[in-house]
């Protein structure tokens, strides 16, 4: 029925039988999983179907440009792992499950400039990555992978349909979001070399590395002639910042050794 009625006439009614559709089918194997004495399904099935719902919201929101169907399969996508908990304590399973969604984030912003949908994504996850880092043992090379992961990827995000449409301003909120992901990465990782008891030393190398791939990054884009308006100096000051700090680190660290 959303499809048959998606013409501008009747746009924001499709949408909303959108949602009801996804809504319904959400609800529909939760309660096959969870409800006491109707458990048709276990957790497996469960999450494999919710993934797949997720998924059909996203196709439906770049189809058919509903941004409300997307937000609202994001937000289902998300819950997705908690509605389904075991309580296993996988947390590099869990961040790796929302690195998929944010990967799907990342392909939708590739046709659609929705500030929105991203800053959802980002909170959470964001969220998630600094609760569970005071959970996680043994994990640590993986979420520092992950964590990463997340970096580059909402370092990218703000900016492709900018850089596709070769757009002279960028708008505010991408701003915000990019030197957001900036703040909580420093903080994620700081966080994750305290709960392993990790020297700041080798917190040094994660600060280089970062100030380079930024580097990289305006270079790139100022060799394919597609700088946009303040973005060089942008990523210049969060790449001379996180060198500036990486003598402390490095004194630190060396002197707890």
Do not use: C
């Not at 169907?69 to 947390?91: E, K, R, V």
């Amino acid at each position: 029925a959303g499809i048959r009625m998606i013409d501008n006439r009747h746009k924001l009614f499709s949408e909303g039988l959108f949602g009801g559709g996804i809504a319904v089918l959400y609800l529909s194997v939760f309660a096959s999983f969870a409800l006491e004495g109707f458990k048709f399904v276990d957790v497996h099935y469960a999450f494999v179907a919710m993934s797949a719902i997720t998924l059909l919201a996203g196709v439906i929101s770049i189809r058919f440009d509903a941004k409300s169907t997307a937000i609202f399969g994001l937000i289902g996508g998300f819950t997705t792992p908690f509605l389904l908990s075991t309580d296993s304590g996988n947390y590099v399973g869990l961040l790796s499950y929302m690195l998929m969604l944010n990967l799907g984030v990342l392909y939708i912003s590739v046709y659609k400039k929705w500030s929105l949908l991203s800053w959802l994504a980002f909170g959470i996850t964001s969220l998630t990555a600094l609760a569970t880092v005071w959970e996680s043992e043994n994990d640590f090379v993986a979420l520092v992978l992950l964590y990463a992961s997340f970096f580059i990827i909402y370092s990218i995000v703000p900016f492709i349909n900018e850089i596709r449409g070769k757009e002279e301003r960028l708008e505010k909120p991408f701003v915000f979001l990019f030197w957001a992901n900036f703040l909580v990465a420093i903080v994620s990782f700081l966080s994750l070399f305290e709960q392993y008891e990790i020297a700041l030393l080798y917190y040094a190398l994660v600060t280089v590395l970062l100030a380079g791939y930024l580097l990289g990054y305006a270079s790139l884009l100022a060799h394919k002639n597609v700088l946009l308006k303040n973005l060089f100096y942008i990523v210049l000051a969060q790449s001379i910042a996180l060198l500036l700090v990486t003598p402390a680190f490095i004194f630190d660290g060396s002197s707890l050794t």
